[in-house]
């Protein structure tokens, strides 16, 4: 599976003192394939050290991290000691914060979470540790982020905060993270040597936040010019990532060069064959340069080297041919692939080429031209279809297990978590199983915090995981403590929400606050499910469940998020209820049954708006702040808001955005948006209704998307801290709840 060149990259030195420590302390596993070097520490447990003083600033000392050599057998921690001197030793850095995170979960009954964490409930001195804990990963790949990531999640953070999501992904066993951040940069230095000057350049390549869709090829240019300034600072902070990466012995997985070419490239250089991609969403589509020809190995070869002398190596690289649409014309695939793996290989011998699992990539075709042994395809699908026999499909090419929980960034709570306790385990057992890892893929992070913690945790289960059990045991450990109304809650949301189903979904409805106003509208995204996955009363129990939670565990920021969040959800599930009342009532001309769902509806919103503003993760302020902080001059940050305005609403110009169907693809319940998008929507919408009703006419249409655009082209300003009490505003959503109608 490649070479593992960065992954299990070792400090020169060994610590004498360490080796002895890990060799003579009792407990350490008889591990199979291991040998007698595998037991000498040849890292630097320092990056885990710093790592997890950041986790836990004031417990930290009490842990003496272990660095032990990884056995044939892969990645391996063990946990031990007496209280207030715990022991973890692990064949990586990462992998002993790992062993710290299992701890903290296993013996200390605390959470720290993406988001929310209960470690303020920690006892001064950390318990003992009941004999030795030992995990084993199970598979050697745990991958994390899908390539759309940075846009959904955030293009403009800073690293601050890129690393306490590396810090939380190593504590939850990831090993394997891809890194977008500045991928611009090798293209913009690389094209410079084949006909382009730089201004053509900047033009080309789009907005941060828009990057990921240029990098599959899918569209380029928007949200543009970059400046020069820009791509530097992002080059930078990308190296900065990829060096923490690899400081906690996790790969840096960088985007790999298989074709894009901005506009008239055979033109300037002789001897190059281009092909034109036509249009995805309304977008055009860059044109892709034939691999199989004479120049596309010169601009592969320049693109590696700049991507090395910025942000080091690498041994694995992610890249998708052909994505969503593409057409190979005259090319033949598999040629094509063959001669994109050997330019990978010439600059990265022995790296592993990553792909997307996802609609038909990849085909047969192209992975007829590749060395399988050096690919690993990551399934975006894994939970969302019957039926699927990934080593028919692909010919026996490794594989991890992915799921995407989540699409644009939704604020919908739920996963199809059942499918993956029964069906990871299940395909890894099989006869001539080639699944060799998990894929963590939702298209935003930063929610879902449930979701996040059980499907890492199947990398490093020898079985199968009782799903039921989970949930029970997360219920304690999430506020650090036993509750009997945390568990009634959590059992209720494991039968709602975290209860989806495989067949056609792997994410829940989204919400129709956030839709575009229609009195027949069952969805805000195109590509969202029309109805509800679950029993919305699961919801509503759950909240009234949470809302008894003992006062002495509500203080922990776990707590806090999470009861703001099951608020937001069972708040936002109503909506799917009271829209057809409103419905009936218009189409029966009930003019005072119309206006008076309509001030329920509004009422809803108003107070959806206050509760979400009441967490700093629920907030728009910080997203457009951090967009504006990246700009040189007022025009620059005019730019870079747009663009970071725009990935959440229009996503685009008229085009994309209506023909394509792209507006509100990324919609989620922030304050900010709630306030000045979605709720002024509806009540344009219901006021045209109303003027209707009155006077006997049709309603009057609306330009949604001019509305939309001036928005998203305005620079109102939002808060950047939270407001409100969580608890008390959670508890009055649940007094309307109580005082609505029942679900449908």
Same mark, same amino acid.
């Given at each position: 599976m490649g070479s593992r060149l960065i992954r299990r990259c070792r400090s020169a030195f060994v610590v004498s003192v360490l080796a002895a420590v890990a060799a003579a302390a009792p407990g350490v596993p008889s591990r199979p394939g291991a040998t007698a070097s595998a037991a000498v520490p040849a890292f630097d447990p320092g990056p885990a050290r710093a790592g997890l003083? %950041?986790?836990?600033?004031?417990?930290?000392?009490?842990? +003496?991290?272990?660095?032990?050599?990884?056995?044939?057998?892969?990645?391996?921690?063990?946990?031990?000691?007496?209280?207030?001197?715990?022991?973890?030793?692990?064949?990586?850095?990462?992998?002993?914060?790992?062993?710290?995170?299992?701890?903290?979960?296993?013996?200390?009954?605390?959470?720290? *979470?993406?988001?929310?964490?209960?470690?303020?409930?920690? =006892? +001064?001195?950390l318990p003992a540790v009941p004999g030795t804990i030992t995990r084993s990963a199970a598979v050697p790949h745990r991958y994390a982020l899908n390539d759309?990531?940075?846009?959904?999640?955030?293009?403009?953070?800073?690293? @601050?905060?890129?690393?306490?999501?590396?810090?939380?992904?190593?504590?939850?066993?990831?090993?394997?993270?891809?890194?977008?951040?500045?991928?611009?940069?090798?293209?913009?230095?690389?094209?410079?040597?084949?006909?382009?000057?730089?201004?053509?350049?900047?033009?080309?390549?789009?907005?941060?936040?828009?990057?990921?869709?240029?990098?599959?090829?899918?569209?380029?240019?928007?949200?543009?010019?970059?400046?020069e300034r820009l791509i530097e600072a992002r080059a930078a902070l990308g190296s900065r990532i990829a060096g923490h990466l690899r400081a906690l012995g996790m790969t840096p997985v960088l985007p790999g060069f298989f074709g894009t070419v901005p506009p008239g490239f055979a033109d300037r250089n002789p001897g190059a064959a281009t092909v034109p991609q036509g249009k995805?969403?309304?977008?055009?589509?860059?044109?892709?340069?034939?691999?199989?020809?004479?120049?596309?190995?010169?601009?592969?070869?320049?693109?590696? %080297?700049?991507?090395?002398?910025?942000?080091?190596?690498?041994?694995?690289?992610?890249?998708?041919?052909?994505?969503?649409?593409?057409? =190979?014309?005259?090319?033949?695939?598999?040629?094509?692939?063959?001669?994109?793996?050997?330019?990978?290989?010439?600059?990265?011998?022995?790296?592993?080429?990553?792909?997307?699992?996802?609609?038909?990539?990849?085909? =047969?075709?192209?992975?007829?031209?590749?060395?399988?042994?050096?690919?690993?395809?990551?399934?975006?699908?894994?939970?969302?279809?019957?039926?699927?026999?990934?080593?028919?499909?692909?010919? *026996?090419?490794?594989? @991890?297990?992915?799921?995407?929980?989540?699409?644009?960034?939704?604020?919908?709570?739920?996963?199809?978590?059942?499918?993956? +306790?029964?069906?990871?385990?299940?395909?890894?057992?099989?006869?001539?199983?080639a699944l060799r890892g998990i894929a963590w893929l939702p298209e935003g992070t930063g929610g879902n915090p449930a979701s996040f913690d059980l499907f890492t945790e199947l990398a490093w289960e020898p079985g199968p995981v009782d799903q039921r059990a989970w949930f029970a045991a997360y219920a304690?450990?999430?506020?650090? *403590?036993?509750?009997?109304?945390?568990?009634?809650?959590?059992?209720?949301?494991?039968?709602?929400?975290?209860?989806?189903?495989?067949?056609?979904?792997?994410?829940?409805?989204?919400?129709?606050?956030?839709?575009?106003?229609?009195?027949?509208?069952?969805?805000?995204?195109?590509?969202?499910? @029309?109805?509800?996955?679950?029993?919305?009363?699961?919801?509503?129990?759950?909240?009234?469940?949470?809302?008894?939670? @003992? =006062?002495?565990?509500?203080?922990?920021?776990?707590?806090?998020?999470?009861?703001?969040?099951?608020?937001?959800?069972?708040? +936002?599930?109503?909506? %799917?209820?009271?829209?057809?009342?409103?419905?009936?009532?218009?189409?029966?001309?009930?003019?005072?049954?119309f206006r008076e769902l309509v001030r329920e509806w509004s009422a809803d919103e108003e107070l959806l708006g206050r509760l979400v503003g009441s967490d700093r993760r629920l907030l728009l302020g910080p997203w457009l702040a951090d967009a504006r902080s990246w700009g040189a001059d007022a025009a620059e940050r005019d730019r870079l808001e747009y663009d970071a305005r725009s990935i959440l609403t229009t996503w685009a110009d008229r085009g994309p955005s209506e023909t394509g169907g792209l507006h509100d693809y990324a919609n989620r319940e922030w304050a900010g948006l709630v306030q000045d998008v979605y709720a002024p929507r509806w009540a344009a919408y219901f006021a045209s209704l109303d003027t209707a009703l009155v006077r006997g006419t049709a309603p009057v249409a609306v330009d949604w998307f001019a509305r939309e655009d001036a928005w998203a082209h305005g620079h109102q300003t939002y808060p950047t801290a939270p407001s409100g009490d969580p608890v008390a505003l959670a508890g009055e959503v649940g007094a309307a709840l109580a005082v609505s109608p029942p679900a449908a």
């Open positions: 003083e %950041r986790l836990l600033p004031a417990r930290a000392a009490q842990f +003496t991290l272990v660095p032990v050599g990884e056995p044939a057998s892969g990645d391996y921690f063990s946990v031990s000691g007496e209280a207030g001197a715990i022991q973890v030793r692990g064949t990586s850095p990462a992998t002993l914060l790992t062993g710290v995170g299992w701890y903290l979960e296993r013996v200390a009954g605390v959470d720290i *979470g993406w988001p929310g964490d209960s470690v303020g409930r920690l =006892p +001064t001195t759309t990531d940075e846009g959904y999640s955030g293009a403009y953070r800073d690293f @601050a905060s890129y690393q306490r999501d590396i810090d939380l992904m190593a504590l939850h066993g990831v090993n394997e993270v891809f890194v977008p951040t500045g991928a611009e940069y090798p293209y913009y230095r690389a094209l410079q040597g084949f006909g382009y000057d730089a201004a053509e350049l900047r033009a080309w390549i789009p907005g941060p936040a828009h990057q990921a869709w240029w990098l599959l090829q899918n569209m380029s240019g928007f949200g543009g010019p970059v400046s995805w969403v309304g977008f055009a589509r860059p044109d892709w340069l034939d691999p199989t020809g004479p120049v596309f190995g010169e601009l592969a070869a320049a693109y590696y %080297r700049a991507q090395r002398d910025r942000f080091g190596d690498s041994d694995m690289f992610k890249m998708d041919l052909l994505h969503e649409g593409g057409t =190979p014309g005259p090319v033949d695939v598999t040629r094509a692939a063959e001669a994109v793996q050997r330019a990978l290989d010439a600059a990265h011998p022995g790296a592993t080429w990553v792909m997307l699992g996802w609609q038909k990539n990849p085909t =047969p075709a192209l992975l007829d031209g590749v060395d399988r042994d050096r690919v690993l395809i990551v399934d975006g699908l894994s939970d969302r279809y019957e039926g699927l026999d990934r080593e028919t499909e692909w010919g *026996g090419t490794p594989y @991890a297990f992915g799921a995407i929980a989540n699409f644009g960034g939704h604020t919908s709570l739920g996963a199809n978590t059942g499918v993956w +306790t029964e069906r990871f385990h299940g395909w890894l057992a099989k006869s001539g199983s304690a450990r999430r506020y650090g *403590g036993a509750d009997p109304h945390a568990a009634a809650a959590w059992e209720q949301l494991r039968l709602g929400p975290y209860s989806g189903a495989s067949g056609t979904w792997s994410e829940p409805q989204d919400s129709l606050f956030t839709a575009r106003p229609s009195l027949t509208a069952s969805k805000a995204a195109r590509w969202s499910p @029309a109805a509800m996955r679950y029993d919305a009363a699961t919801v509503e129990r759950a909240l009234a469940e949470l809302l008894q939670v @003992a =006062p002495a565990l509500r203080s922990s920021d776990a707590y806090r998020y999470d009861v703001v969040d099951v608020a937001r959800q069972a708040l +936002t599930n109503r909506s %799917r209820v009271l829209l057809p009342r409103v419905k009936a009532a218009y189409e029966a001309k009930d003019l005072a049954g």
